[in-house]
């Protein structure tokens, strides 16, 4: 399985973007999928994710008011709708897939197979 990340871009603070990540290769059948970001000089940290099979979501407190993760199944497609973005959102978003539980949702180890990162930088 490949993941593939579009949509990444340069935009203002307070705009918006919307990421996508689709999945091509071999049966794809995650228990979650998600989005981490890396910015410079700092560790990749988790963003959003989503049960693949129910929907359900789980955001990082710092996004969660403005940011919404969400899939399309049949297109094996995910998203990641990012509103009234700040300079502190400025970093490389990649794309994440794995059959881990629900309690390892938000580590980075818990995802098997990633995307190769698109950047998204705001500017002030």
């Known amino acids: 399985v490949r993941l593939e990340e579009f949509g990444g871009a340069l935009v203002q603070a307070g705009g918006s973007l919307r990421l996508s990540c689709t999945a091509s290769?071999?049966?794809?059948?995650?228990?979650?999928m998600a989005w981490f970001r890396q910015a410079p000089g700092k560790e990749r940290e988790f963003v959003a994710a989503?049960?693949?099979?129910?929907?359900?979501?789980y955001y990082a407190d710092s996004v969660k008011d403005r940011f919404r993760i969400s899939r399309a199944k049949a297109e094996r497609t995910q998203y990641l709708q990012m509103d009234v973005l700040e300079p502190d959102d400025t970093a490389i978003y990649y794309c994440?897939?794995?059959?881990?539980?629900?309690?390892?949702?938000?580590?980075?180890?818990?995802?098997?197979?990633w995307g190769q990162g698109t950047q998204v930088t705001v500017s002030s």
């Open positions: 989503i049960r693949w099979s129910g929907g359900h979501t």
């Open positions: 994440a897939s794995g059959r881990g539980i629900l309690s390892t949702v938000r580590q980075a180890t818990a995802y098997t197979t």
């Open positions: 290769g071999d049966t794809f059948s995650p228990s979650f």
